[in-house]
C-alpha cells in the first residue's frame, strides 16, 4: 500500500523509491519486495509527468501515476484505540491528530524540494513520510524497528507467537490463534506514533540541518514533555 499526500489538481506527492533499485534493507529483500514506484513503462510515459520510472526520494505523481491502477483508500487520524484494533491491517489509521491542512501542505512543499532522507521499507517509507507531513512527528530513536504501521504490523506479525510466553497457556490452534491475535494487537497499539513516548514535534525546516542536532534539541523536547 502506498500513502501520499493530496496537493490537489489532481496531484500526489509521496516518498518512493526508483524501479530497478534496491529497497534499502541491504538483504536479500532488496530483490523480493517489489519497487513503491510508479509502474508505467518508461517507453510509455504519462503525458502529465512524463517518465518517473526511475525517480527516487519524495516526488509529485499525477493521482493515476500514483495509484498504478490500485484502489484509493483514505488514511484515517486520531480514531479510538477500540478502532485502531478492530483494523487488522496495519498502515490503514493512527492515533495520531492531524495538523491543518495548510501546516501538511507547507511540509510537504518543503520536502518535494529538499527531500526526506534515504528510502527504507522499514525505517523511511512512505508511510513515514505521509504521517510526518501530516502530524510532523517523528521517533527519535536510534532503536526504532520503523514508525510506520505497515513496519510495525510486520514485525508485531512476526513476534506474536515466537516471543509470547502466554502460547505454553493453550496448545490448541484456536487458543494459539486467540493469543497470537492478542499479542499482534498489543504491539500493534503500543508501536502507533500516536501514543509513542518517543516522538518529538519537528519542524520541517530542521529536517535539513544537521542529525545530530535534531535529535539533541528533540531529546530536550522529550525531556520537557515529561
Keep these: ?85 478492530a483494523k487488522p491491517r496495519g498502515g490503514t489509521c493512527t492515533l495520531a491528530k492531524p495538523d491543518p491542512p495548510e501546516d501538511v501542505l507547507h511540509r510537504a512543499s518543503f520536502l518535494l524540494l ?11 517509507n512512505c508511510e513515514d513520510f505521509a504521517i510526518y507531513c501530516k502530524t510532523g512527528l517523528l521517533v527519535m530513536t536510534s532503536l526504532s524497528v520503523g514508525r510506520s504501521g505497515q513496519a510495525a504490523s510486520f514485525i508485531a506479525a512476526t513476534s506474536a ?11 490448541s490452534f484456536s487458543g494459539l490463534a486467540a493469543v497470537g491475535y492478542g499479542m499482534y494487537c498489543v504491539s500493534r497499539l503500543v508501536s502507533d506514533i500516536g501514543v509513542r513516548r518517543d516522538v518529538a514535534k519537528i519542524p520541517v525546516e530542521r529536517l535539513v540541518s544537521p542529525s545530530d542536532s535534531i535529535e539533541s534539541e528533540a531529546v530536550a523536547d522529550l525531556a520537557k514533555e515529561s
Design 114 to 124: 529538499n527531500g526526506f532522507g534515504g528510502y527504507h521499507i522499514f525505517k523511511n
Design 1 to 85: 500500500m502506498k500513502l501520499g499526500i493530496y496537493f490537489g489538481d489532481e496531484k500526489v506527492i509521496h516518498f518512493t523509491r526508483g524501479s530497478g533499485q534496491e529497497i534499502g534493507t541491504g538483504t536479500v529483500l532488496d530483490r523480493l519486495i517489489f519497487s513503491l514506484s510508479p509502474s508505467r513503462p518508461s517507453d510509455n510515459p504519462c503525458p502529465k509527468c512524463g517518465d518517473q520510472s526511475r525517480l527516487d526520494g519524495v516526488i509529485s505523481s499525477c493521482i493515476d501515476c500514483f495509484l498504478s491502477g490500485g484502489y484509493l483508500y483514505l488514511f484515517e487520524y486520531d480514531v479510538s484505540p477500540a478502532l485502531f484494533i
Design 161 to 171: 507467537l515466537v516471543s509470547s510466553p502466554l502460547r505454553f497457556l493453550t496448545t
